[in-house]
Protein backbone atom coordinates (compact mmCIF):
# COMPACT_ATOMS: atom_id res chain seq x y z
CA UNK A 1 0.00 0.00 0.00
CA UNK A 2 1.85 3.07 -1.35
CA UNK A 3 -0.08 5.93 0.57
CA UNK A 4 -2.04 4.17 3.51
CA UNK A 5 -0.98 2.04 6.31
CA UNK A 6 1.14 -1.50 5.57
CA UNK A 7 -1.02 -4.37 5.11
CA UNK A 8 0.13 -7.26 7.35
CA UNK A 9 -1.51 -10.18 9.02
CA UNK A 10 -2.18 -8.32 12.13
CA UNK A 11 -2.02 -4.61 11.76
CA UNK A 12 -2.99 -3.46 14.99
CA UNK A 13 -0.01 -4.87 16.38
CA UNK A 14 2.43 -2.84 14.10
CA UNK A 15 4.68 -0.11 16.10
CA UNK A 16 3.27 2.54 13.54
CA UNK A 17 5.26 5.10 15.28
CA UNK A 18 8.48 3.72 14.75
CA UNK A 19 9.96 4.28 18.41
CA UNK A 20 8.07 7.27 19.59
CA UNK A 21 9.01 9.24 15.72
CA UNK A 22 6.06 9.43 13.15
CA UNK A 23 8.32 9.35 10.51
CA UNK A 24 5.29 10.58 8.04
CA UNK A 25 5.22 7.37 7.13
CA UNK A 26 1.27 7.12 6.36
CA UNK A 27 1.24 10.04 3.90
CA UNK A 28 3.47 11.67 1.52
CA UNK A 29 6.45 9.86 2.60
CA UNK A 30 5.12 6.84 0.74
CA UNK A 31 6.52 2.98 0.31
CA UNK A 32 5.91 1.35 -3.30
CA UNK A 33 7.25 -1.94 -3.33
CA UNK A 34 8.27 -4.92 -0.14
CA UNK A 35 10.66 -7.14 -0.23
CA UNK A 36 11.31 -10.64 2.01
CA UNK A 37 14.45 -11.44 3.16
CA UNK A 38 14.77 -15.52 2.24
CA UNK A 39 17.34 -15.79 5.36
CA UNK A 40 15.33 -14.11 8.14
CA UNK A 41 11.73 -13.71 6.64
CA UNK A 42 12.08 -10.00 7.34
CA UNK A 43 10.42 -7.33 5.31
CA UNK A 44 12.25 -4.67 3.76
CA UNK A 45 10.44 -0.87 1.85
CA UNK A 46 12.13 2.04 1.71
CA UNK A 47 10.79 5.24 1.72
CA UNK A 48 9.85 7.47 -0.99
CA UNK A 49 12.55 10.50 1.54
CA UNK A 50 15.22 7.54 1.67
CA UNK A 51 14.44 5.67 4.94
CA UNK A 52 15.27 1.80 5.25
CA UNK A 53 13.01 0.10 6.92
CA UNK A 54 12.63 -3.48 8.38
CA UNK A 55 8.90 -5.16 9.67
CA UNK A 56 9.49 -8.07 11.19
CA UNK A 57 6.25 -10.00 11.58
CA UNK A 58 6.97 -12.36 14.20
CA UNK A 59 7.85 -9.19 16.61
CA UNK A 60 5.12 -7.02 14.93
CA UNK A 61 7.21 -4.24 14.48
CA UNK A 62 8.97 -1.87 12.17
CA UNK A 63 12.08 -0.75 12.56
CA UNK A 64 14.11 2.16 10.86
CA UNK A 65 16.80 0.66 10.06
CA UNK A 66 18.51 3.94 8.14
CA UNK A 67 17.49 7.15 8.14
CA UNK A 68 18.48 8.47 4.70
CA UNK A 69 20.46 6.07 2.33
CA UNK A 70 21.51 9.23 0.68
CA UNK A 71 19.64 9.94 -2.73
CA UNK A 72 19.50 13.45 -3.95
CA UNK A 73 16.12 13.81 -4.37
CA UNK A 74 12.56 12.11 -3.19
CA UNK A 75 12.00 8.72 -5.44
CA UNK A 76 9.82 5.67 -5.97
CA UNK A 77 12.30 2.72 -4.62
CA UNK A 78 11.89 -0.96 -6.04
CA UNK A 79 13.93 -3.50 -4.01
CA UNK A 80 14.94 -7.19 -4.32
CA UNK A 81 17.04 -9.83 -3.12
CA UNK A 82 19.43 -11.54 -5.20
CA UNK A 83 19.36 -15.20 -3.99
CA UNK A 84 22.84 -15.85 -5.04
CA UNK A 85 24.00 -13.16 -2.12
CA UNK A 86 22.91 -13.22 1.27
CA UNK A 87 21.55 -10.08 2.88
CA UNK A 88 22.01 -8.18 -0.18
CA UNK A 89 18.98 -5.91 -1.35
CA UNK A 90 19.24 -4.52 -4.38
CA UNK A 91 17.25 -0.58 -5.28
CA UNK A 92 15.86 0.65 -8.45
CA UNK A 93 16.15 4.24 -7.60
CA UNK A 94 13.39 5.55 -10.26
CA UNK A 95 14.30 9.18 -10.46
CA UNK A 96 18.18 8.60 -10.29
CA UNK A 97 17.85 6.48 -13.19
CA UNK A 98 19.93 3.91 -11.32
CA UNK A 99 20.10 0.36 -9.36
CA UNK A 100 21.91 0.64 -6.09
CA UNK A 101 23.53 -2.26 -3.84
CA UNK A 102 22.94 -2.32 -0.29
CA UNK A 103 24.61 -4.96 2.19
CA UNK A 104 22.64 -5.63 5.22
CA UNK A 105 25.44 -7.51 7.04
CA UNK A 106 27.12 -3.72 7.47
CA UNK A 107 26.33 -2.44 11.00
CA UNK A 108 25.37 0.72 9.33
CA UNK A 109 23.95 0.01 5.48
CA UNK A 110 24.54 2.51 3.00
CA UNK A 111 23.09 2.42 -0.75
CA UNK A 112 26.07 2.29 -2.83
CA UNK A 113 26.05 2.95 -6.60
CA UNK A 114 25.71 -0.30 -8.73
CA UNK A 115 24.62 0.12 -12.17
CA UNK A 116 23.16 3.34 -14.18
CA UNK A 117 23.51 7.32 -13.96
CA UNK A 118 25.07 7.19 -10.20
CA UNK A 119 28.04 5.28 -10.66
CA UNK A 120 29.54 8.20 -12.71
CA UNK A 121 28.17 11.00 -11.66
CA UNK A 122 28.56 12.80 -8.45
CA UNK A 123 26.40 15.61 -7.12
CA UNK A 124 22.69 15.99 -8.10
CA UNK A 125 21.45 13.48 -10.89
CA UNK A 126 18.40 15.14 -12.22
CA UNK A 127 15.24 13.80 -13.58
CA UNK A 128 16.44 15.13 -17.32
CA UNK A 129 19.28 12.85 -17.40
CA UNK A 130 18.29 9.94 -18.26
CA UNK A 131 19.49 7.33 -21.24
CA UNK A 132 19.86 4.39 -22.59
CA UNK A 133 22.75 1.95 -23.03
CA UNK A 134 24.04 -1.55 -22.39
CA UNK A 135 27.76 -2.39 -21.71
CA UNK A 136 29.34 -2.47 -18.12
CA UNK A 137 27.62 -1.47 -14.54
CA UNK A 138 29.40 2.35 -14.64
CA UNK A 139 28.46 2.51 -18.85
CA UNK A 140 25.03 1.33 -18.61
CA UNK A 141 22.01 3.91 -18.41
CA UNK A 142 18.49 3.59 -17.59
CA UNK A 143 15.40 5.85 -18.19
CA UNK A 144 12.87 5.75 -14.71
CA UNK A 145 13.13 2.00 -13.94
CA UNK A 146 10.76 0.69 -12.16
CA UNK A 147 10.53 -2.96 -10.14
CA UNK A 148 13.18 -5.40 -10.41
CA UNK A 149 13.47 -9.12 -9.78
CA UNK A 150 15.87 -12.28 -10.32
CA UNK A 151 15.85 -15.41 -11.47
CA UNK A 152 17.63 -18.47 -9.17
CA UNK A 153 21.17 -17.81 -11.08
CA UNK A 154 21.18 -14.53 -9.80
CA UNK A 155 20.30 -12.38 -13.43
CA UNK A 156 18.55 -9.00 -12.34
CA UNK A 157 15.56 -8.51 -14.68
CA UNK A 158 14.61 -4.45 -14.78
CA UNK A 159 11.14 -2.94 -16.22
CA UNK A 160 12.96 0.10 -17.34
CA UNK A 161 9.97 1.89 -18.29
CA UNK A 162 10.97 4.99 -20.15
CA UNK A 163 12.97 3.06 -22.21
CA UNK A 164 9.97 0.28 -22.97
CA UNK A 165 12.06 -2.17 -22.71
CA UNK A 166 13.30 -5.29 -20.30
CA UNK A 167 17.34 -4.94 -19.44
CA UNK A 168 18.83 -7.76 -16.88
CA UNK A 169 22.25 -7.42 -15.49
CA UNK A 170 24.48 -10.17 -15.21
CA UNK A 171 25.28 -10.12 -11.30
CA UNK A 172 28.67 -12.42 -11.97
CA UNK A 173 29.63 -10.53 -14.90
CA UNK A 174 28.56 -7.06 -14.28
CA UNK A 175 27.07 -6.67 -17.79
CA UNK A 176 23.70 -4.73 -18.52
CA UNK A 177 21.79 -6.47 -21.29
CA UNK A 178 18.94 -5.50 -23.12
CA UNK A 179 16.60 -8.56 -22.47
CA UNK A 180 13.41 -8.21 -24.52
CA UNK A 181 12.25 -5.00 -26.71
CA UNK A 182 14.13 -2.03 -27.75
CA UNK A 183 15.43 0.63 -25.73
CA UNK A 184 13.28 3.64 -26.94
CA UNK A 185 11.01 2.42 -29.15
CA UNK A 186 7.65 1.75 -28.06
CA UNK A 187 4.35 -0.27 -28.73
CA UNK A 188 2.77 -3.58 -28.75
CA UNK A 189 4.12 -6.55 -30.47
CA UNK A 190 4.75 -9.86 -29.63
CA UNK A 191 7.25 -12.26 -30.89
CA UNK A 192 10.90 -13.12 -30.54
CA UNK A 193 12.41 -10.91 -27.26
CA UNK A 194 14.09 -8.69 -29.70
CA UNK A 195 10.70 -8.35 -32.19
CA UNK A 196 8.78 -7.61 -29.14
CA UNK A 197 7.63 -4.05 -27.56
CA UNK A 198 6.65 -2.89 -24.32
CA UNK A 199 4.83 0.60 -23.39
CA UNK A 200 6.11 1.94 -20.39
CA UNK A 201 6.57 -1.66 -18.15
CA UNK A 202 6.56 -0.83 -14.50
CA UNK A 203 5.74 -4.37 -13.15
CA UNK A 204 7.96 -7.35 -13.72
CA UNK A 205 8.06 -10.52 -11.92
CA UNK A 206 8.88 -14.69 -12.22
CA UNK A 207 6.40 -17.08 -11.69
CA UNK A 208 7.29 -20.48 -10.39
CA UNK A 209 7.63 -21.71 -13.82
CA UNK A 210 10.37 -19.59 -14.42
CA UNK A 211 8.86 -17.34 -16.99
CA UNK A 212 9.06 -13.54 -17.01
CA UNK A 213 5.77 -11.71 -16.54
CA UNK A 214 5.70 -8.19 -17.12
CA UNK A 215 3.00 -5.33 -16.35
CA UNK A 216 3.00 -3.39 -19.82
CA UNK A 217 1.84 -0.55 -18.17
CA UNK A 218 0.36 1.73 -21.43
CA UNK A 219 -0.54 -1.70 -23.05
CA UNK A 220 -3.21 -2.29 -20.38
CA UNK A 221 -2.06 -5.95 -20.46
CA UNK A 222 -0.07 -8.45 -18.55
CA UNK A 223 3.15 -10.26 -20.97
CA UNK A 224 5.12 -13.08 -20.63
CA UNK A 225 8.39 -14.16 -21.64
CA UNK A 226 9.16 -17.39 -21.86
CA UNK A 227 13.36 -17.66 -20.42
CA UNK A 228 13.81 -21.13 -22.24
CA UNK A 229 13.64 -19.86 -26.21
CA UNK A 230 13.44 -16.26 -25.27
CA UNK A 231 9.66 -16.26 -27.36
CA UNK A 232 7.13 -13.41 -25.61
CA UNK A 233 3.54 -13.50 -26.33
Not at 172 to 187: D, L, R, W, Y
Request: aromatic share 12%; hydrophobic share 35%.
Amino acid sequence: DNSNTFILKEPALIDYTLGGNDYDINSSNWKFCFSINPINNRIYSVMYHHQLLMIDPNAAEVKQIVSDLGFDTGSDVYTAFNPKEQNILYLSVTNNHSIYRVDLNQPSPVAIPYAGLACKKTGIQTASEFAYADGTLTQSRFSYPRQITFDKEGIMYIADCVNHCIRSIDTKTGIVSTFAGKGGEKGYVNGSASEARFSYPMGIAIGGDGAIYVADTRNSSIRKIYTSNSQSQ
